[in-house]
Structure formats: structure tokens, C-alpha cells
């Protein structure tokens, strides 16, 4: 019995005149280690809105609506860094590789959880003949840079980027056509081969033209 206390005793002393482990949190700011995995951050330039990493959040962390209604239509990322487990998926599999990383943010503790969502919005494509989605515009471009020459063997493709100067007043035309012609289902015609089309409408024009 004499010996454990004994030992327990020592264990105490050298606790003492040690230096300690704990960290002055929080009147010093915690330093984290080089590779921490912290609040995921969203780069706006670098982010294209396709959603790869909404797909692969194993947490529902990251959603995303798509906005028909919105003038222009739009691609709403949400984030509720609230639910993420910090896992590294959206950084690893993000299609730009620079759209989302993990910050060394640590200090996110709230009383408000409404305060730890984030939307982040980007103008969608939407087919010019049935107004399906065809995407987000900033991937349509982001596709097309990759693509470089080979993007001319896809007219909407070209059409999209050229979007790029499209008004205001254009896109809300566009958005209003393409309700109509949603309701009338119309036929393909030769003109729609300079149109953005949706893959649908193009496998229609490809097999009826
Ligand atoms: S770190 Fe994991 S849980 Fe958090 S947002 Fe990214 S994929 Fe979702
Ligand atoms: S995968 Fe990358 S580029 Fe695509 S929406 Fe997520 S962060 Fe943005």
C-alpha cells in the first residue's frame, strides 16, 4: 500500500515544477498544428458552382438548390458549418481543386446556429429551347477554357461563353421563353442548332434534324 502512494506522490512533484500542457486559450490565441482541418472555406473566384462537393458531404454540411424563380435564375451553395465532421471530402474532391479548403479556423462555437449558415450563389445556364438547367455558367466557361479548340465541336458550348456579354434584359427573356416553350413543347427546328441547349433538347435535335 506504502509504495503506489509513494509513487503517486513523486507523479505529483514533477507535475508541479513541469512546464505545462495546456494551452492559455483563451487569453492567447491557439496556435493549430500546420495540417489542422478547420471550417471550410469557400474561394468565390475559384469556386464554379457544379456541386461535386455537395455530392460527396457525408453530412448534409453542404446542399444546394437551384433557383428558377430568381431573376437571373441561380445555383445556391449552402453551408452549415454547423453538422461538418471536417472530414476533408468537398477540399479532396472538388472539380477545380481550389473552390473549398479547409481553414485552420477552430473557434466556431455559437449560441445562434443560424449564424453558421453560408449561401453562396452562381447564375445558372438554363436551356434557351425547354428550360431545363443546363448548368452554372462560371463551370460552362471553366469547361470551355479546358476544352480550348475542341470546345468549337460543341455550339452551345460557344453560344454559353459568348452568353458571357448577354443583358440583363436578355437572360429574363430567355427565362420567360423558356417557360413557354416548356408548356407548348415545341419542335425542333433548324435555328436551334444556335441555341444553349439542355443535353436533352440536343439529343432531340440531333435525332430529328
Ligand atoms: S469537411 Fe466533410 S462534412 Fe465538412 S463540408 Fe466538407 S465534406 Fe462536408
Ligand atoms: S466542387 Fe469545388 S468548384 Fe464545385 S461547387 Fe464545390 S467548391 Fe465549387
Redesign the pocket.
Given at each position: 500500500m506504502r509504495w503506489p502512494k509513494l509513487r503517486e506522490l513523486k507523479e505529483a512533484v514533477v507535475a508541479v515544477i513541469s512546464p505545462r500542457f495546456t494551452t492559455r486559450f483563451p487569453a492567447k490565441p491557439c496556435q493549430v498544428p500546420e495540417r489542422y482541418?478547420g471550417k471550410?472555406e469557400f474561394d468565390e473566384k475559384e469556386c464554379i458552382g457544379c456541386g461535386a462537393?455537395v455530392n460527396?458531404?457525408?453530412?448534409q454540411?453542404?446542399m444546394m438548390i437551384d433557383d428558377l424563380e430568381a431573376n437571373p435564375p441561380v445555383r445556391k451553395i449552402i453551408?452549415r458549418?454547423d453538422?461538418?465532421?471536417?472530414?476533408?471530402?468537398?477540399?479532396e474532391n472538388c472539380t477545380t481543386q481550389k473552390g473549398?479548403k479547409?481553414s485552420d479556423k477552430w473557434d466556431l462555437a455559437t449560441l445562434d446556429r443560424e449564424t453558421t449558415k453560408e449561401i453562396h450563389e452562381h447564375e445558372l445556364q438554363i436551356c434557351e429551347k425547354c428550360g431545363a438547367i443546363v448548368g452554372v455558367k462560371k463551370h460552362l466557361a471553366w469547361i470551355y477554357e479546358r476544352l480550348g479548340p475542341l470546345a468549337y465541336t460543341n455550339p452551345s458550348l460557344v453560344i454559353a461563353q459568348s452568353e458571357n456579354l448577354t443583358s440583363q434584359k436578355k437572360i429574363s427573356e430567355l427565362t420567360q421563353q423558356a417557360k413557354q416553350t416548356q408548356e407548348t413543347k415545341a419542335e425542333a427546328v433548324a435555328g436551334d442548332f444556335m441555341k444553349i441547349l439542355c443535353p436533352s433538347c440536343k439529343y432531340e435535335l440531333n435525332i430529328r434534324l
Open positions: 482541418r471550410p462537393c460527396v458531404c457525408p453530412t454540411s453542404l453551408q458549418y453538422s461538418c465532421i471536417f472530414c476533408g471530402n468537398c477540399q473549398i479547409l
